[in-house]
Nanobody
Framework: QVQLVESGGGLVQAGGSLRLSCAAS????????MGWFRQAPGKEREFVAA????????YYADSVKGRFTISRDNAKNTVYLHMNSLKPEDTAVYYC??????????????????WGQGTQVTVSS
């Protein structure tokens, strides 16, 4: 198992940028597929982006493609989500997730067995 702690959320104006970080504990971080999900009030948790264990492969939801970038630094046990051109509809709690078995195209949140506590992102219009 791996423990995950997100940070970097906050309030930003539309068109602005934020970088989320997810720090992981455990010596096997580099073997995990990592994902970012988000959940807005009254809505289901939805997939945002995922990255393979090596960092060489990434996958994005259509709604964020071209605006968000997922990356990881295995030496620092950290995965990042760089968010540009933010829109009010990006407002949500953002969660980091990890799993050692699934591939980088896994978009179903039930496939991930390790979750962080979430960080709030609010985009004002």
């Amino acid at each position: 198992q791996v423990q995950l702690v997100e940070s970097g959320g906050g309030l930003v104006q539309a068109g602005g940028s934020l970088r989320l970080s997810c720090a992981a504990s455990g010596r096997t971080f580099s073997s995990y597929t990592m994902g970012w999900f988000r959940q807005a009030p009254g809505k289901e948790r939805e997939f945002v982006a995922a990255i393979s264990w090596s960092g060489g492969l990434t996958y994005y939801a259509d709604s964020v493609k071209g605006r968000f970038t997922i990356s990881r630094d295995n030496a620092k046990n950290t995965v990042y989500l760089h968010m540009n051109s933010l829109k009010p509809e990006d407002t949500a709690v953002y969660y980091c997730a990890a799993d050692a078995i699934i591939g980088f195209r896994a978009t179903n949140p039930t496939l991930y067995h390790n979750w962080g506590q979430g960080t709030q992102v609010t985009v004002s219009s």
